[in-house]
T-cell receptor, first 108, second 119 residues
Framework: ELKVEQNPLFLSMQEGKNYTIYCNYSTTSDRLYWYRQDPGKSLESLFVLLSNGAVKQEGRLMASLDTKARLSTLHITAAVHDLSATYFCAVDDYKLSFGAGTTVTVRA | GAVVSQHPSWVICKSGTSVKIECRSLDFQATTMFWYRQFPKQSLMLMATSNEGSKATYEQGVEKDKFLINHASLTLSTLTVTSAHPEDSSFYIC???????????????FGSGTQLSVL
């Protein structure tokens, strides 16, 4: 059974500082997704990582994938309040398996 | 970009009634759609994989007779919660897979979700 472990589960960020969310998984898949979810809403796609060493950046967010270590990271640079949300990683082994999610709160 | 339409967005029903949720791919054909449920402050759990023209594949622990899935066309999958009970109250989300040229162009699109409340 594919396992996706995401940590931390809760992250209180201070505005302007940098943070990282980690996603470990147990399969050999090289397809990993990052999503954002706001309360009461569906998922917003952030990044699609399709190969070892893939790195993608959008604004203050940067995601990377190391398939050998079975690890993906989501790095947040200079956190701002608008980034408060829950972030999920998901591994695609034909069907998606989601991590538990990281609830991010950004405080002034 | 491709859009997946899901409705209703929310539904309140009495215990014992059935509720149908629709998931449509608006500008592409989706041979495969997925249904998830999400309890408050929890992750998404895959319920079943819906394949056009064939029976859905249910995940372990999901009652196929309670959660009926029909994928009659390449653009529509429906989830019917039969004889709903309060414990079925949850957020249900569908997703559709868009196949491009080669596997690297596959994309997944999510519906907006349906909040089901069973009284």
């Amino acid at each position: 059974e594919l396992k996706v472990e995401q940590n931390p589960l809760f992250l209180s960020m201070q505005e302007g500082k940098n943070y990282t969310i980690y996603c470990n998984y147990s399969t050999t898949s090289d397809r990993l997704y990052w999503y954002r979810q706001d309360p009461g809403k569906s998922l917003e796609s952030l990044f699609v990582l399709l190969s070892n060493g893939a790195v993608k950046q959008e604004g203050r967010l940067m995601a990377s994938l190391d398939t050998k270590a079975r690890l993906s990271t989501l790095h947040i640079t200079a956190a701002v309040h608008d980034l408060s949300a829950t972030y999920f990683c998901a591994v695609d082994d034909y069907k998606l398996s989601f991590g538990a999610g990281t609830t991010v709160t950004v405080r002034a | 970009g491709a859009v997946v339409s899901q409705h209703p967005s929310w539904v309140i029903c009495k215990s014992g009634t059935s509720v149908k949720i629709e998931c449509r791919s608006l500008d592409f054909q989706a041979t495969t759609m997925f249904w998830y449920r999400q309890f408050p402050k929890q992750s998404l759990m895959l319920m079943a994989t819906s394949n056009e023209g064939s029976k859905a594949t249910y995940e372990q622990g999901v009652e196929k007779d309670k959660f009926l899935i029909n994928h009659a066309s390449l653009t529509l999958s429906t989830l019917t919660v039969t004889s709903a009970h309060p414990e079925d109250s949850s957020f249900y989300i569908c997703s559709a897979r868009l196949l491009g040229q080669g596997t690297t162009n596959e994309k997944l699109f999510f519906g907006s979700g349906t909040q089901l409340s069973v009284l």
